[in-house]
């Protein structure tokens, strides 16, 4: 197997071109980014992908941001899905990342509409990966497990850093979700959780080792599934972000650290350990 990574353009202020430059020479494959609204954004993303060489992942958001409107009603998230996912039919990313749903919605609401948000992607060719994500319908391990056994035909894309708020702890405390869902899982979103947030200061600093090395360990997980399916390709895409996930500092509002160093170095450690891990399972 081989890895792809992305960058993602969540919390990025740079222009377009300029951070597309920026991901290929650090060596990421393609960047993500939410899935254009109109045909001057659809050229711009499509032309200066074609320029770096670089390949595309789809994010598609509903009911009007990360924290979806709380009286969004399940067809009204069906129909973002469905606009979005004609735009995708176009464009052909490699992945769609989907932030779709309520974590209020009772268990059959939310089977229904997991149901038919598979069944929009699956009728336009365009294979949606649901995001584990708060504020969603799989915003904890155990409600994900218990819907994930009604709708095996789902994928996802698994961030694990948002259980670890949830749940305060690390999830190498539920492996056996993480090792039931793990055939599922077609697409990785690499930010480290601590017991009290989605996202450490950074990931590189010794007092949040553990906290990276438990990550790694479900990451693993994901990997040997996607071996055991025959897959030839894994994606990840580090992600941390801004918008209150990145630490700022009282009174200045100054942040702690630089954003696209913290994914440059989680790109350039990912790799590194995915052939790590390659080589110690193979032999």
């Known amino acids: 197997m ?9 919390g990025v202020t740079a222009p377009l071109a300029q951070a597309a ?39 598609i958001v509903t009911g009007g941001d990360y924290v979806p409107r709380r009286d969004a009603t399940p067809d009204e998230h069906l129909a973002e899905i469905r606009e979005a996912v004609a735009v995708c039919a176009d464009l052909n990313p490699d ?12 268990g059959d609401t939310a089977t229904r509409f997991l149901e038919q948000a598979h069944e929009l992607g699956e009728r336009a060719g365009v294979p949606l990966c649901i ?11 155990w409600t994900t497990a ?34 039931a869902m ?8 690499a930010r480290v959780g601590y017991d009290q947030g989605p996202q450490v200061p950074h990931p590189a600093a010794p007092e949040y080792q553990y906290c990276l090395e438990t990550h790694q360990q479900c990451w693993e997980v994901f990997w040997e599934a996607a071996r055991k ?8 895409t580090p992600e941390f972000g801004s918008d209150g996930y990145l630490h700022r500092l009282p009174f200045t509002d100054a942040p702690v650290a630089d954003l696209w160093q913290i994914n440059h170095w989680m790109g350039d ?6 052939r790590h891990w390659q080589g110690q399972s193979v032999s």
């Open 2 to 10: 081989n890895m792809l990574l992305y960058r993602t353009l969540w």
């Open 21 to 59: 430059s920026e991901a290929s020479e650090a060596g990421f494959d393609g960047l993500e980014s939410r899935v254009p609204t109109s045909v001057g954004q659809r050229n711009a993303l499509l032309q200066t992908l074609e320029s770096r060489g670089l390949r595309w992942n789809a994010e």
């Open 95 to 106: 992945r769609v990342n989907c932030i779709v749903g309520l974590d209020a919605w009772d």
């Open 131 to 141: 995001e584990t994500h708060r504020s969603r319908i799989f915003f904890n391990p």
């Open 146 to 179: 218990a819907l994930l056994k009604r709708l095996p035909q789902l994928r996802l894309t698994a961030d694990i850093s948002h259980w670890c708020v949830v749940a305060e702890r690390q999830m190498d405390t539920e492996m056996d979700v993480i090792r």
């Open 182 to 189: 793990a055939p599922q899982v077609l697409h990785v979103h």
């Open 229 to 236: 399916r025959g897959e030839s390709t894994v994606t990840m």
């Open 269 to 274: 450690t990912q790799r590194a350990h995915f």
